[in-house]
């Protein structure tokens, strides 16, 4: 039987840190979880529990201390170049111009000036930004900074994305919309996304699978999949039957392992 490579397959990846006060701390126990290309996996998990550490090995930005990480199917050793990230905190560079910003990534790539600003112009349009060409990062809005750095990063065309609430810091409905463009801009691309949100109504509109992660050291609780069909209208969406039930059963999983963390943090307080 031929099987499909993994855009992602961790298989009990561990992670180990060295505590603060001496000693080690486990961020990551025995993860194991595949994601296919062009599949949508976000993961939600009490704070603190590894969630962001997950996207650390497999940017490879950290090293597994024990455990198998690969991306496509190659063992990831150091920094893959297929990956696109996105943060709560901006990428954008504040004494470049929006132009010159979304052009960065091929830059680095060495794709010569103008060719590079001719690709930013397009996906400036493309996201909705058509005008604001000339413009600096302090000039624009909260949204608007999302749409730049959602530009910057689909322009390498990446086949992952790493995503660590990269809208964690707008409100609702700027939330909202930024929801919608993402799911419009990466409908296009076939890329594997893997998206950490706290929040559990993002966490759904956005999915295929939703995986909850245990409180701290981070393994995987369940996985949930999400088959509301797409295109998806994530405002609408929520109003839906079966999705108050998926609200339901990821909540009633993630809800023992918030207490558990809660309980923990009562403790140390
Ligand atoms: N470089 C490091 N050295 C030591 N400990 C670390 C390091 N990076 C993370 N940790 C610890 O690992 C644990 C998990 O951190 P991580 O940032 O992955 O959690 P998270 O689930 O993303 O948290 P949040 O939901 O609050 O964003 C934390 O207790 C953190 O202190």
Partial sequence: MTQTTSAIRLQRATKVFPAAGGGTFTAMREVTLDVAPGEFVTVVGPTGCGKSTTLALISGLEPASAGEVAVAGTPVTG?????????????????????DNVALGLRYRGV????????????????????????????????????????????????????????????????????????????????????????????????????????????????????????????????????LDLYREVWNSLREEVEIARERGARRG
């Fill in 79 to 99: 920094l893959p170049g297929k990956v696109g990230y996105m943060f709560q905190q901006d990428a954008t560079l504040p004494w470049r111009t929006v132009v």
């Fill in 112 to 243: 010569p000036k103008a060719q590079a600003r001719e690709r930013a112009r397009e996906w400036i349009d493309r996201v909705g930004l058509g005008g604001f060409e000339k413009y600096y990062p302090h000039q624009l809005s909260g949204g608007m900074r999302k749409r730049v750095a959602m530009a910057q990063t689909l322009i390498t065309e990446p086949e992952i994305l790493l995503m660590d609430e990269p809208f964690g810091a707008l409100d609702v409905q700027t939330r909202e919309l930024m929801q919608a463009e993402l799911l419009r801009l990466w409908a296009g691309t076939g890329a594997a996304v893997v998206f950490v949100t706290h929040d559990l109504t993002e966490a759904i509109a956005l999915a295929d699978r939703v995986v909850v992660m245990t409180a701290a050291p981070a393994t995987v609780k369940s996985i949930v999949p999400v088959t509301l069909p797409r295109p998806r209208d994530v405002e609408a969406i929520r109003l839906d039957p079966a999705f």
